[in-house]
């Protein structure tokens, strides 16, 4: 079975700074993976996605992470933040032998400070 | 399009009454999900449905919990009898057919049991 570790369960940061959260996962098979966003009180939004191709995958609001398959790591990131950034954010995994269902990591909470 | 849509967005009970929580997916989309969020144990997949029929539900706590999707537009989460443990934000998610791997969430619904 798959799993995903987010290292860092709060992760604060002054605005305009670069931030990297972190996302680690398990699986003996091929993988897809995912970054989502939880604004307060909001529903989950994707913000990116590696299926498969280039491991350098840019997303909405200036996100970015890169997949790295020997070290097993999704790390998102974002070479400067907005206050408007702060919120929850999910790293997911799918593999193919698991159906249809995404497992999810525990969360990060990006907090921008002014 | 709407997005998914979810009611009741807040429902406060108490212990011991049946509570159901209402989805309704994203037209054309295939597969139905219901994930609960809480701050001890994140993000947790109750149970999918693909094309109307009960995939997984080996997410699903207990007997009290029941969830049923009587046609492709719309799906429903039961509890039945309620406990405080049970305080948490459902949130029920859709995605396409097979070859999409995205699921567009609900924006939830937050669950108190007094």
């Known amino acids: ?30 993988v897809y993976l995912f970054w989502y966003v939880q604004y307060p009180n909001q529903g989950l939004q994707l913000l990116l996605k590696y299926l498969s191709g280039s491991t350098l995958v840019k997303g909405i609001n200036g996100f970015e992470a890169e997949f790295n398959k ?7 990131r974002k070479p400067s933040v907005h206050i408007s950034d702060t919120a929850e954010y999910f790293c997911a995994v799918r593999t193919n032998n698991a159906g249809n269902m995404l497992t999810f990591g525990g969360g ?7 | 399009d709407a997005g998914v849509i979810q009611s009741p967005r807040h429902e406060v009970t108490e212990m011991g009454q049946e509570v159901t929580l209402r989805c309704k997916p994203i037209s ?8 609960r969020q809480t701050m001890m144990r994140g993000l947790e997949l109750l149970i999918y449905f693909n094309n109307n029929v009960p995939i997984d539900d080996s997410g699903m706590p207990e007997d009290r919990f029941s969830a049923k999707m009587p ?44």
Request: proline residues 7%.
């Open chain 1, 1 to 30: 079975a798959q799993s995903v570790t987010q290292l860092d369960s709060q992760v604060p940061v002054f605005e305009e700074a670069p931030v990297e959260l972190r996302c680690n996962y398990s699986s003996s098979v091929s």
């Open chain 1, 70 to 76: 020997s070290q097993t790591s999704f790390h998102l």
């Open chain 2, 28 to 35: 054309g989309h295939d597969y139905l999900f219901w994930y």
């Open chain 2, 71 to 114: 046609n492709a537009s719309f799906s429903t989460l039961k509890i039945q009898p309620s406990e405080p443990r049970d305080s948490a934000v459902y949130f029920c998610a859709s995605r396409p057919g097979t070859g999409y791997n995205e699921q567009f969430f609900g924006p939830g619904t937050r669950l108190t049991v007094l």
């Open chain 1, 108 to 114: 990060t909470r990006l907090m921008v400070k002014p």
